[in-house]
């Protein structure tokens, strides 16, 4: 090992992912323990395993478990020069429950100001990318003055990433050179974005993950090209604005009222029940839009029309069997709004709702010559019915050239060939594609109908 040149050893250890692979290096060879200062980056995670050792209290063991942050303290002092720190739980540890913790630890508070203080400003320089993962048994009653410490000695931070964590923001200075935040499972005490606004006001990416503490939650950020924002709170006021937005996913429960200001958004994923108060400035770049709502067809009447859209996709969230009889949904309402369309997606839920429909179109529909694809989610919960409603849509739109059917995995698989055969006997010189498909899991696609 000794022989290999330096460079090369360095290279070695750089693509080592975990950190403690990296100590042991250090441990098995001289070497690697005097390169290893050479590194650049740091992403150590307390595993399931660890944090049952450190738990265990038997009688007489030799063994000894090296406190998690006494590693990483360790590791970061090796360092001269530090661009990345990653340092977390692993996934397995959010399953540990209340009930399992005997003490008040805060071994593993790793927002904790006080830790935090020890290592942040030795290497906040040359620091680029700081992901931090609390345990949030720890760190949930616990608020940590995080936030502000990094915008007092991370000037030159480009990527923040904070999981699982109670934060504060009082005296958060401005960071202009971050362009990358992403917040998941936070708890905040704030009324409102308005100090993340201000604060970081050069942001391109954003994702906000079930963030809570917000009352009247406004997100108004010029340069955010990117968003991801998930609000699993109470119903609350929603509003957007961000004049050079591209890209949106937009999930919520039930607000108060929702109102989006994004001129150059090109691809929307907007997912809630419903909206007592919806509002929209006119998309003008939108091409790309996916749709999933309690009430689709109201939400259609609101919506503005929008005649960039080329790819749409309809879902309907909380749906039950007995709502499709007060269903007002149609492809009509859908072409309406979208009347430039040429890719449609529809998902199971809403599918069911259009085969609960006497006619899907309306008498003055043109056939879409524009309309090419078409992708729909079947349950197959009555194949004749289905195959009657594919049958009024497919015999409806005459510029469609492709079709693909994704039938739901549990289905028998003599319905399922029955049903292809029958389609592709019916419209020979369309292209077809057949699939599988089941909640939770990816799609799969099939050839010649083998099921």
Not at 79 to 108: F, H, M, Q, W
Not at 295 to 316: N, Q
Request: aromatic share 10%; net charge negative.
């Amino acid at each position: 090992m000794d022989t290999l040149p330096q460079s090369l050893l360095l290279e070695i250890l750089s693509r080592l992912n975990d950190s403690a692979d990296v100590a042991r290096c250090r441990l098995a060879s001289k070497t690697f323990n005097s390169l290893s200062s050479d590194l650049r980056s740091i992403n150590l995670q307390c595993s399931l395993i660890r944090y049952i050792k450190s738990r265990s209290r038997v009688s007489n063991s030799s063994e000894f478990s090296t406190p998690f942050k006494s590693i990483f303290l360790n590791l970061v002092s090796n360092l001269r020069v530090v661009e990345s720190v990653c340092i977390g739980t692993e996934k397995p540890l959010r399953d540990v429950s209340y009930d399992e913790v005997e003490d008040e630890a805060n071994d593993l508070f790793l927002t904790d100001g006080d830790f935090v203080e020890e290592w942040l400003p030795r290497v906040s320089g040359e620091l680029k990318s700081l992901s931090i993962s609390d345990f949030w048994i720890q760190s949930c009653w616990r608020r940590s003055n995080l936030l502000p410490l990094v915008s007092a000695y991370c000037h030159n931070l480009i990527e923040l990433e904070v999981k699982n964590a109670w934060l504060s923001v009082d005296n958060l200075n401005p960071m202009p050179m971050l362009t990358s935040l992403t917040l998941e499972f936070i708890r905040l005490d704030d009324e409102d974005l308005n100090e993340f606004n201000k604060s970081f006001p050069n942001l391109q990416v954003l994702n906000l993950i079930g963030v809570g503490g917000f009352k009247l939650p406004k997100i108004h950020l010029l340069n955010l090209k990117t968003c991801h924002w998930a609000v699993s709170n109470a119903p609350s006021s929603l509003t957007l604005i961000t004049p050079n937005l591209v890209t949106l996913k937009l999930k919520c429960i039930w607000p108060t009222s929702l109102y989006i200001e994004a001129p150059m958004l090109s691809d929307f994923h907007l997912a809630f029940d419903h909206a007592d108060a919806f509002s929209v400035k006119r998309f003008e770049n939108l091409r790309s839009f996916w749709l999933e709502c309690l009430f689709i067809d109201s939400l259609l009447l609101t919506f503005p029309v929008t005649l960039t859209v080329e790819d749409l996709t309809v879902d309907i969230r909380n749906w039950t069997r007995g709502a499709a009889n007060h269903s007002q949904f149609t492809l009509e309402k859908v072409f309406t709004v979208f009347p430039n369309m040429s890719s449609l997606c529809i998902k199971s839920s809403a599918w069911l709702e259009l085969e609960s429909c006497y006619n899907p179109f309306g008498s003055d529909w043109d056939g879409r010559k524009g309309f090419e694809k078409l992708c729909v989610y079947l349950l197959l919960v009555d194949p004749s019915l289905t195959f009657s409603s594919v049958a009024c849509v497919l015999d409806q739109c005459t510029g469609l050239l492709e079709v693909s059917l994704l039938i739901h995995r549990d289905v028998v698989g003599n319905v399922s060939k029955g049903f292809i055969s029958k389609c592709t006997a019916r419209w020979p010189k369309l292209k077809w594609r057949w699939g599988v498909w089941k909640e939770g899991t990816e799609d799969s696609w099939i050839t010649n109908g083998a099921f």
